[in-house]
């Protein structure tokens, strides 16, 4: 009767996770992925001379302990990104240094409010309720304004709520007006703390897995063998009673349970038989993911270190303002990594590869000057026009979404469970928050059946 115990949607890290433990429970599981590779938002690329870099998520940092509790038991390693030297910030026509220890440069009233509100924010954050964020005391209140206007009403600093419109964007590829405060607050406790969001050394951008992190879901597939399959996008999902359907162009496959780890947003594009209740299509509806193109700018060597700079750089003027150093740990060749997000990606989109590598090119250059106009190579990565994530990082919910529609989303319904690292109450959003999601929803499935 049963093709296995359960199916899995989506070979990302969210599903093979899942498969992962339920196979170690001694469950049959088949995995269906529409991609004909595995590693989902993970996705490894290469430059011209064979340096391999990371076209989508890469970084690694403490507190993230499932993400590198995993590397390490895959045989994995880790090295620490370049973090030594002054970072750079372009404040009204300025090139400003400086380190980790100052407010992005600012100063003046600027960094006094800068401080006050990142203090205001993280203190805001631990009242949040993880696992139930609509029951968190205020809530409602919370809820129903954006973060763009808990800013507006809370500074009149230009300079300071600059900052802010420029991190949000760096955090989520879009704008501070387009999520709720309780969902930024939210974010910043998953996440441990804003400051572990945005920072390097110590933080969410510490660390990269040695040759990309796309090789975690490789290994992971490798252990799985047969049962991933590739090349099979599903449209529909049926359920009754006693069993789920699965079914994609050329066949279907019957299973006790359905596992779908794929963004909330894709998976609210499925056809479900029966239709999905009121509140968890609603919420689909409301999580879309963000824009953002990623770069890789590639020179003969990382030359911005020789000139005590550390690769980091941020801009309140520019459209390319979020640059790190990406360079291959022994630094055989130098390479900045750094992205067009939100709005900026939204424009960019519509323009040429060249006009695109103009604007990145232009910035890199005020940056670290007339060195950066001269890389040998640029590879991007546009994650909106991919057809099975349209969109990085992850979803958002905007203001009412969390209070309204929140509980649909991780809440199993009937036989159909859900993953993903937007269904995390730990890192949401991360890598490491989509392997807990796989392995809370192999949990599920493994209550429930005998």
């Known amino acids: 009767m049963y093709d ?33 590779r595995v590693a989902g938002r993970t996705y490894g690329g290469s430059l011209s001379n064979g340096v391999s870099v990371e076209l ?18 895959l045989g994995l390693k880790t090295f620490r990104c370049y973090a030594d030297g002054d970072n750079i910030n372009v404040i009204d026509g300025r090139v400003v240094r400086w380190t980790d220890d100052q407010m992005f440069g600012l100063s003046g009233e600027a960094e006094a409010e800068a401080v006050r509100l990142w203090e205001a924010l993280q203190t805001l954050s631990q009242t949040v309720d993880l ?47 387009e999520l709720s405060l309780l969902h ?11 400051d572990t969001l945005v920072s390097q050394t110590g933080g969410a951008q510490e660390s990269r897995v040695v040759g990309g992190t796309h090789r975690i879901s490789e290994a992971m597939a490798a252990e799985l063998g047969d049962v991933v399959r590739l090349n099979t ?28 780890a794929i963004p909330t947003t894709l998976a609210g594009r499925l056809r479900y038989v029966p239709p999905m209740p009121n509140q968890r299509d609603q919420l689909t509806q409301q999580m879309p993911a963000g824009s953002v193109i990623k770069f890789h700018v ?19 003027e520019h459209e390319f303002n979020v640059v790190m150093d990406n360079s291959p740990d022994d630094a055989s060749c130098g390479v900045l990594v750094g992205f067009l ?52 990082y992850g979803g958002r919910l905007g203001a009412g979404a969390w209070t309204q529609f929140g ?28 392997i807990r999601s796989g392995r809370r929803a192999a949990d599920e499935t493994l209550a429930e059946t005998p």
């Open 4 to 36: 296995a115990d359960v199916i899995v949607v989506g070979a990302g890290l969210a599903g093979l996770s899942a498969a992962r433990k339920l196979r170690a429970a001694g469950r049959s599981v088949i995995l269906l992925e529409a991609r004909d």
């Open 56 to 73: 989508g998520g890469q970084w690694v940092g403490p507190t993230q302990d499932a993400v590198l509790e995993l590397i390490d038991e």
């Open 131 to 177: 696992d139930a964020p609509w029951n968190t005391d205020g809530a409602a209140d919370l809820d129903r304004q954006s973060l763009d206007s808990w800013l507006v009403a809370n500074t009149a600093n230009a300079t300071t709520r600059a900052l802010f419109r420029l991190l949000v964007p760096g955090i989520f590829s879009a704008e501070s007006p």
């Open 184 to 194: 930024f607050l939210f974010y910043i406790k998953s996440g441990t703390s804003l």
């Open 233 to 260: 996008a599903v449209h529909t999902v049926r359920q009754d009673h006693a069993s789920v359907t699965v079914e994609f162009d050329g066949g279907s496959l019957t299973a006790r349970h359905a596992i779908v």
């Open 298 to 316: 590639a020179y003969d060597t990382p030359f911005w270190r020789a000139e005590g700079l550390s690769g980091f750089a941020v801009s309140l």
């Open 341 to 392: 997000e939100g709005a900026h990606a939204r424009t960019a989109c519509e323009l040429s590869p060249e006009e695109r590598r103009d604007i990145v090119l232009s910035a890199l250059t005020t940056y670290f000057g007339p060195k950066a106009a001269e890389p040998f190579d640029v590879v991007e990565q546009d994650w909106a026009a991919e057809e099975f994530t349209r969109g990085c």
């Open 407 to 434: 509980k649909a989303l991780a809440a199993p319904v009937g036989r159909i469970h859900w993953a993903g690292a937007e269904t995390a109450t730990i890192w949401n959003g991360y890598m490491d928050g989509a």
